[in-house]
């Protein structure tokens, strides 16, 4: 939602420069407090309605273990049965552990069994809401391994991933490679979609949000850049049907 936001602002951004039109510093305050309430409910509403479905899950499953509905990492103290305290808990977890970063390359670089033959099984994996992902359970001693009926992953993120065949000489050469597809496709974006700079920084925030968390069912990345390319043609062939005009007749 952050991220979203910081997209859709920076594009309006350059938008407003390129029309030259300037808008009040209130406009802009008042949007930055609306998303902040927004955002503030947004995370409170999805957790409270998140701790909901595992307490039902529980009572419906007399052989569940209470302590299941709490995230890893969380601590049984007096407070923790109740949903308020929970919820403010699994917010503050929230902030923490939606960051992919160093320590993906970190946990990937300290494994010992790297290679060509752990590329390949990546690549294979298959999508599972009842499967922890197959970072978490080859490469790194998760706590998500012990969570049963819940669908919580961990990811290494696209620099882990690419370093899972323990070549620096494939890992550069990918990077480079990657960086520049990335930047064709922004200009693509923004050429047949109608030289929009919005969309353009939204999708390429898209873009750069997935190769940030990469490394979860690495080959259903189809579906992602796939779908950015029929939005972009559809945008294009709306276009040029909006924008055709009938020839004029002669006259005679």
């Not at 910081?6 to 407003?16: D, T």
């Not at 510093?25 to 998303?35: Q, T």
């Amino acid at each position: 939602m952050i991220l979203n936001l910081s997209s859709l602002g920076y594009g309006a951004v350059r938008e407003l420069k390129l029309f030259k039109i300037k808008l009040k510093v209130r406009f802009f305050l008042g949007c930055f407090l609306g998303f902040i309430f927004l955002f503030g409910s947004s995370v409170l509403t999805v957790n409270y309605i998140r701790l909901l479905s595992v307490e039902s899950k529980i009572s419906e499953s007399p052989g569940m273990e209470s302590n299941t509905s709490e995230l890893p990492g969380e601590k049984l103290t007096k407070q923790s049965n109740n949903l308020t305290y929970k919820v403010l808990q699994r917010s503050k977890i929230l902030f923490i552990e939606r960051w992919v970063g160093l320590e993906g390359v970190m946990s990937v670089s300290s494994y010992p069994n790297k290679g060509w033959d752990l590329w390949r099984e990546a690549w294979q994996e298959k999508y599972s809401e009842n499967i922890t992902s197959f970072y978490d359970i080859k490469l790194i001693n998760s706590h998500y391994q012990y969570v049963k009926n819940h669908h919580y992953i961990n990811t290494p993120g696209i620099i882990g991933f690419l370093f899972y065949p323990g070549s620096y000489s494939f890992l550069f050469v990918c990077m480079v490679l990657i960086s520049l597809g990335a930047s064709c496709l922004e200009i693509f974006i923004y050429k047949f979609g109608g030289k929009n700079i919005i969309l353009c920084s939204l999708l390429a925030q898209v873009i750069a949000y997935r190769l940030a968390s990469f490394g979860y069912v690495p080959a259903q990345s189809y579906l992602l850049f796939g779908t950015i390319f029929l939005n972009i043609l559809i945008i294009y062939i709306m276009e040029k049907i909006l924008y055709m005009r009938p020839k004029p007749r002669k006259i005679v």
